[in-house]
């Protein structure tokens, strides 16, 4: 029997549509959208009725699907996230898990209590090129993992406001620090042990290129994290800054016998490595979001990590595993960064960030 999957929010589900809508374990059963034309197109790519077509998202839950794909900006996560857990869905969550303290401990509590199973969508755990660091890392290549950084820095100002009109959208509220689980993903992935993020602080609270639209448009936020077990990361984010085509996305992880790291201006990327004992000099490798034996359809976007995280997902409901991002690990991933930005604000001062044991 197919998994009937519900996508909510068609524009960036697209990509998860077609992962779920093929092969002999899931079918697209149900669209929901606001935007009635942006339904009727995906419908008809997706050869669907126009029955399978929500505007309500109640209706649509009740719609018989098994799995909901949340897909809609991340102010609508909480409200939707946590009434499809309490309807039992399982729940395959965009990033971040939601834009407040409370709304993400909100989701936790109802994952605790559903018979559906969360997980958060962080697909840069599942670059190819992270997937193989983390190979690296449980051969003990790298020894003790000590420190991290990671930046992404993504020029998106077109997103932030329309230049000709002037009307702003939802990421115009969304501070560049709490759009961290990119950067906080693969690294606390890569970490493992049991650690988390303790302490946060953070520096980046002046929008001198674009004056207008705080807090989306502040050059620049830089954050530090201290873990349970001591561990230091840094992570800088930005989302009005200048940089080529196409967009930063750089992991650096020291331990105590070498280093990895990809380039900061590729995506298709040759980074480096060092291995003491093995290495005599810094070693060049592949750093590829896409894993170039993957099946054509699987390149879909971002690399094949969209294809292999939603095939991940199946796994755990396939097999009753608990995923690596349940809600305890997304909890862990989304609210640094929003204890940083209210570190920021404060004059870069450290603050203590929540978790549940």
């Given at each position: 029997m197919k998994y009937k999957v519900g996508i909510v929010g068609v524009s960036r589900g697209g990509s998860y549509m077609h992962h779920f809508g093929?092969?002999?374990?899931?079918e697209i059963t149900a669209l929901c959208d606001?935007?009635?034309?942006?339904?009727a197109a995906c419908a008809e790519e997706m050869h669907l009725p126009k029955e399978a077509c929500y505007t309500d998202y109640e209706a649509f839950l009740d719609s018989g699907i098994d799995i909901v794909v949340v897909s809609t900006p991340i102010p609508f996560h909480e409200e939707q996230v946590v009434r499809a857990l309490e309807k039992g869905k399982h729940v395959f969550s965009e990033v971040t898990m939601a834009n407040t303290l409370e709304g993400c401990t909100r989701i936790r509590e109802a994952?605790?209590?559903s018979a559906g199973t969360y997980m958060m969508a962080e697909n840069y755990i599942f670059f190819h090129f992270i997937q193989e660091w983390k190979k690296y890392v449980e051969?003990?290549?790298l020894g003790r993992i000590h420190y991290a950084e990671a930046e992404y820095i993504h020029n998106i100002r077109n997103l932030l406001v329309d230049t000709a009109s002037g009307e702003t959208f939802w990421r115009t509220y969304?501070?560049?620090?709490?759009?961290?689980?990119?950067?906080?993903?693969p690294i606390m992935a890569l970490i493992g042990d049991g650690d988390y993020i303790v302490k946060a602080t953070a520096s980046g609270n002046k929008n001198t290129m674009v004056s207008d639209f705080w807090p989306s448009t502040i050059d620049i936020q830089v954050a530090l994290f201290e873990t349970k077990q001591g561990r230091g990361i840094k992570i800088a984010r930005s989302q009005v800054t200048p940089v080529p085509e196409p967009h930063t996305v750089y992991y650096s992880v020291y331990g105590t016998k070498g280093?990895?790291?990809?380039?900061?201006?590729?995506?298709?990327s040759v980074g480096h490595r060092y291995f003491e004992g093995i290495d005599k000099e810094t070693v060049p490798i592949n750093c590829y979001q896409t894993d170039v034996f993957a099946a054509e359809y699987a390149k879909k976007s971002h690399g094949t990590s969209d294809y292999t995280i939603a095939n991940y997902f199946l796994d755990c409901l396939d097999f009753g595993r608990t995923p690596l991002l349940n809600e305890d690990f997304a909890f862990e991933l989304t609210v640094p960064g929003i204890i940083a930005h209210e570190a920021a604000c404060q004059g870069n001062v450290w603050l203590d960030v929540p978790h549940f044991e």
């Open positions: 093929r092969g002999t374990r899931s606001l935007k009635e034309a942006s339904l994952a605790k209590r051969a003990g290549y969304r501070p560049p620090i709490h759009y961290c689980s990119h950067c906080l993903g280093f990895l790291e990809n380039d900061r201006q590729h995506h298709e």
